[in-house]
């Protein structure tokens, strides 16, 4: 399986406490399931809008999005940016596994756009001032290279997370994953959420 944005570390010390007989190995594999279909992890962390059909799947909770930017550009010093302001600016979008589509902003008032092929490449868009990126909390925790900072984007609509497995013959450990993902998110829900104000 892959990250659990803040709740990785918490995730892999309760698994080796509560189930020292099952191996628990964090894979990163760039599609838009996690590397489960190719065969790669036994469970998935998505949140790129997929469709869910073919998978037996678990919702875990949201994701606050977040403005990756230049570390020296000026809105690095704020404490927030606004959807309406990041229209204005070029983004880095990675259509195959990014959480960010165009559709986020109005028709008539969508910002320019950079493909991008990886996250590889996603953050040095970024950290180069050319682009800026809108992506959820996970990424923020996860990748904080030298020369990139992260702004809450105070009226985004957050990501769904959910967990994804395949329907024949899951693994033994499956359902235990998935609750305790699901706890570990629900502490988010019960901690007071910041103003989108």
Known sequence: MVGL???????????????????????????????????????????????????????VGHEDRYLALASDDPWARRRGIRLAEVATRTLALDRRTGTTALNLWPETERPAAEHVHDIDDWLAAIASGRCVGVTPQATAAQYRPSGITYRPLRDAEPVPVHLIWRRQDPHPATRAAVALAVELYRTDRQAPRRSRG
Request: proline fraction near 4%; hydrophobic fraction near 35%; glycine fraction near 6%.
């Open 5 to 59: 944005r803040t709740h990785t570390t918490e995730f892999q010390r309760r698994w080796r406490r509560d189930h020292p007989d099952v191996e628990l190995r964090l894979v990163r594999h760039n599609s838009s399931t996690g590397g489960l279909a190719e065969g790669l992890c036994d469970l998935a962390v998505v949140r790129s809008a997929l469709d869910l059909k073919p998978w037996s799947h678990a919702f």
